[in-house]
């Protein structure tokens, strides 16, 4: 398996990179069999077994911030991604409302099933469907391909690509395929050239899908019919207090699978409930490799929760989540449920049929956040290196570039 679906093993994964972590900026753009230049972290991450502040914490546990600074700057591409979303989510209503008239193309349902007649696109059809991972550069050639020479609409790609992705994330995946049809970024398009598949991709697959290179030698970009920037509308939440008012249930989604090292996670409740939102995989028709990926980290999410707080905890991933929660919230006499908010997508957008259930059933919902989400999300209201650039002067370095003792103190200066 490319990526553990427990956080122990997925810390065990971190853990084994850290010696090669030091050569991720040389050797990360490699496309090579196995993906050993990679950490291939991202559904862990992406499901908030492990978080992007642990792997930083770890990786400048060992080096200094300047040998590691690359794979760091790539971690932080995923909060950027998430931050830009959160405070413009009509792109995500504008995505969805696109798909939804797209329609279905009979050229995607050949693409989607390895028949493009194209030797490189079909291979990396092959290993997503079969696997749930694609290297980034791959990603980068499969939807400029898409975009450019197939002139197939970007929106049916991103949901190829968030339906088999075991990372698959409505702001990482959405806001990297508008970027390769040239509507993230005014005047550039990414497009996929035969030199630089011939310079990255593995030697040995080179040769095997030398038939398909040709469709790369002379890309020619299709280009927005009109770009326009998006608006922020969507700045802020309130933090909160995270004690909670007595008789509140903990519910823990697929959104956060490590809700034990958040701040909410300091807190005692008399019962827990983890759920999968088994209506967005229905909807988007994930595979069984993914199902069962997600299944496994919501179980683990599960057993974790059991020993760290000691109350009865529920494992729901069979049943639509709203009527077990609403279930469990009453079983249980609880009077409110307290979650961690999920971020812009599908989870985030049945909030409030949620709300609305449960106020029926008399029990209010309350929605945290981790403060370090909250106090990056502004940073993100232009282009990602000014979000960067932003981010390091928070960013808590070890002068003497030693170690870091804990993950809290990286976020100390943030208060401030
Ligand atoms: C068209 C397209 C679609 C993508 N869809 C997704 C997606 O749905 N979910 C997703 O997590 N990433 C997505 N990415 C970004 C990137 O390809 C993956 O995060 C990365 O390949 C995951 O492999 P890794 O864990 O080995 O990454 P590493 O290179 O080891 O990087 C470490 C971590 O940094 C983050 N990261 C690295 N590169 C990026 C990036 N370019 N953008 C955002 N975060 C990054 C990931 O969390 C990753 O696990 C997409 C990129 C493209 C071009």
């Not at 993230?184 to 040995?204: F, H, M, V, W």
């Not at 909670?244 to 989604?253: S, V």
């Not at 090292?261 to 983890?274: E, F, K, N, R």
């Amino acid at each position: 398996m490319i990526c553990p679906s427990t956080r122990t093993a997925a810390l065990g994964q971190l853990e084994a990179f850290l010696p090669i972590a030091g050569l991720y900026a040389r050797d990360r753009n490699q496309v090579k069999i196995g993906h050993s230049a990679v950490t291939r972290l991202s559904p862990a991450i992406r499901h908030r077994l492990v978080t992007e502040t642990e792997v930083v914490s770890e990786l400048l546990g060992a080096y200094p911030f300047s040998r590691v600074e690359k794979l760091i700057q790539e971690v932080y591409w995923r909060r950027y991604w998430k931050s830009w979303l959160a405070l413009r989510p009509e792109v995500w209503a504008d995505y969805l409302k696109d798909l939804a008239e797209a329609g279905n193309d009979s050229a995607v349902t050949r693409i989607e099933k390895a028949q493009s007649g194209n030797a490189v696109i079909d291979h990396f059809v092959n290993e997503l469907v079969s696997t749930g991972y694609l290297h980034n550069h791959a990603r980068m050639w499969f939807a400029a391909w898409w975009v450019h020479e197939a002139r197939l609409p970007w929106q049916a790609g991103a949901a190829f690509f968030y339906r088999h992705l075991l990372d698959g994330d409505p702001a990482s995946n959405t806001l990297s395929w508008r970027w390769v049809a040239g509507l993230q970024t005014p005047g550039k398009t990414y497009l996929a050239r035969r030199s630089n598949l011939e310079k990255y991709l593995d030697p040995t697959l080179l040769a095997s899908l030398a038939d398909g290179l040709e469709a790369f030698e002379n890309p020619r970009a299709c280009v927005p019919t009109a770009f326009s920037k998006a608006p922020i509308t969507h700045p802020s939440w309130p933090l909160m207090d995270t004690t909670p008012p007595p008789a509140t249930g903990l519910w823990i989604h697929e959104e956060d699978l490590s809700v034990e090292t958040s701040l909410i996670g300091l807190q005692i409740y008399p019962a827990a409930i983890v759920t999968a939102d088994t209506s967005t995989w229905d909807h988007y028709q994930f595979p069984v490799v993914k199902k069962k990926w997600i299944s496994a980290a919501l179980q683990d999410a599960a057993s974790r929760a059991a020993q760290h707080w000691h109350s009865p905890t529920t494992l729901e991933i069979q049943q639509p989540y709203i009527e077990s929660l609403v279930r469990w919230a009453t079983a249980n006499r609880l009077r409110f449920v307290t979650a961690l908010r999920p971020d812009v997508g599908p989870l985030n957008d049945s909030l409030p049929a949620l709300q609305s259930a449960l106020d029926q059933a008399g029990v209010g919902l309350i929605l945290h956040e981790r403060p370090e989400d909250a106090q990056l999300r502004p940073l993100a209201s232009g282009g990602f290196f000014s979000f960067w650039e932003r981010l390091q002067k928070k960013l808590v370095l070890d002068p003497g570039g030693k170690s870091l003792p804990n993950t809290q103190q990286l976020w100390m200066d943030f208060s401030h």
